[in-house]
């Protein structure tokens, strides 16, 4: 009627329903992909939909970021490895940090961001 295809608003007060069952009914009538769709033509080397979602990371990958992370930290300065593993490993809080250290908090952040940085240039 009016030329155009109507809102959501206007579906729902036509129809006695709420916006939301309205978008809800519009979105359960969405095509469904399928992962096993092809993603390119080449029927010789078909890429698959399912083939460009990330895997988790294996085993093997894990090992290997542990063992990194391991040798970071084992460069870096006792007050700064602790720094770190407290914060990181026993997840404690800046304020608690900076307490067993005899520092303040803003002290215990500058440090903290200058570690990382250095932890990652090293990378």
Do not use: C, F, H
Not at 7 to 32: C, N, R, Y
Not at 72 to 93: A, F, P, Q, S, V
Request: glycine residues 4%; charged residues 35%.
């Amino acid at each position: 009627r009016l030329g155009r295809e109507p809102t959501v608003e206007e579906i729902a007060g036509e129809i006695g329903a709420s916006k939301e069952e309205v978008a809800a009914s519009i979105e359960a009538g969405a095509e469904v992909e399928s992962l096993y769709r092809s993603v390119n033509n080449n029927d010789e080397n078909s890429l698959l939909l399912i083939d460009k979602i990330e895997e988790e990371n294996s085993a093997q990958e894990d090992l290997l970021n542990q063992m990194v992370l391991r040798e970071l930290l084992t460069g870096l300065e006792d007050k700064d490895r602790e720094i770190i593993i407290r914060r990181y490993y026993y997840n404690e809080t800046q304020s608690q940090i900076a307490a067993k250290l005899g520092i303040s908090q803003v002290q215990v952040s500058r440090l903290e961001k200058k570690i990382l940085k250095q932890m990652r240039e090293k990378l």
